[in-house]
T-cell receptor
Framework: EPEVTQTPSHQVTQMGQEVILRCVPI?????FYWYRQILGQKVEFLVS????????KSEIFDDQFSVERPDGSNFTLKIRSTKLEDSAMYFC???????????FGQGTRLTVV | TQLLEQSPQFLSIQEGENLTVYCNSS?????LQWYRQEPGEGPVLLVT?????EVKKLKRLTFQFGDARKDSSLHITAAQPGDTGLYLC????????????FGKGTRLSVIA
């Protein structure tokens, strides 16, 4: 069964460093998303991506964040200068059409120290 | 900002009991999805409901979408320890490429 895959599963980084989180969405899906979940809190939307551009982003997704689809399969989230409060689980998701079922990856646990 | 309120926040029951968890909003959604999330893992899609009043069954799980498409419920019959997890509802709006809005979830613990 097709699935969304994310790497790495865990990432520890020092404050101020750049991190890139990687995702391979389901191959025939057109819409891609990043969400994050701070420990014990709700799943929060960061950004959605369609047709090689950002279609919507939340207030969390500030200038420190960027997304890219560098090739036909990968979808990346870059955090330019990490802060302690960026520590969270980051989930990638994809869907075939807008507002249809979104399938989530297993997540990357980011710890900023 | 539309909110999805889930209740109860925590639920601990004995194996074999029935339970219902709720997902409520003041906003109308074009569809509503239920996910289950285990610790350290991503949300796993259980079901999507689209039509007001729709009822979907998945083995012992029954999902209902409210007539006005503002609320939903999940009923589990004869709960088992394997049902333990965080149950999340997420709503999709009609317009544009808008993201899913998640509730905070109901953390269910089924004790053998």
């Amino acid at each position: 069964e097709p699935e969304v895959t994310q790497t790495p599963s865990h990432q520890v980084t020092q404050m101020g460093q750049e991190v890139i989180l990687r995702c391979v969405p389901i191959s025939n899906h057109l819409y891609f998303y990043w969400y994050r979940q701070i420990l014990g809190q709700k799943v929060e939307f960061l950004v959605s991506f369609y047709n090689n551009e950002i279609s919507e982003k939340s207030e969390i997704f500030d200038d420190q964040f960027s997304v890219e689809r560098p090739d036909g399969s990968n979808f990346t989230l870059k955090i330019r200068s990490t802060k302690l409060e960026d520590s969270a689980m980051y989930f990638c998701a994809s869907s075939r059409q807008v507002n249809t079922e979104a399938f989530f990856g297993q997540g990357t646990r980011l710890t900023v120290v | 900002t539309q909110l999805l309120e889930q209740s109860p926040q925590f639920l601990s029951i004995q194996e074999g009991e029935n339970l219902t968890v709720y997902c409520n909003s003041s906003s109308v959604f074009s569809s509503l999805q239920w996910y289950r999330q285990e610790p350290g893992e991503g949300p796993v899609l259980l079901v999507t409901v689209v039509t007001g009043g729709e009822v979907k069954k998945l083995k012992r799980l029954t999902f209902q979408f409210g007539d006005a498409r503002k609320d939903s419920s999940l009923h589990i019959t004869a709960a088992q320890p394997g049902d333990t997890g965080l149950y999340l509802c997420a709503g999709a709006r009609n317009s544009g490429n808008t993201p899913l809005v998640f509730g905070k979830g109901t953390r269910l613990s089924v004790i053998a």
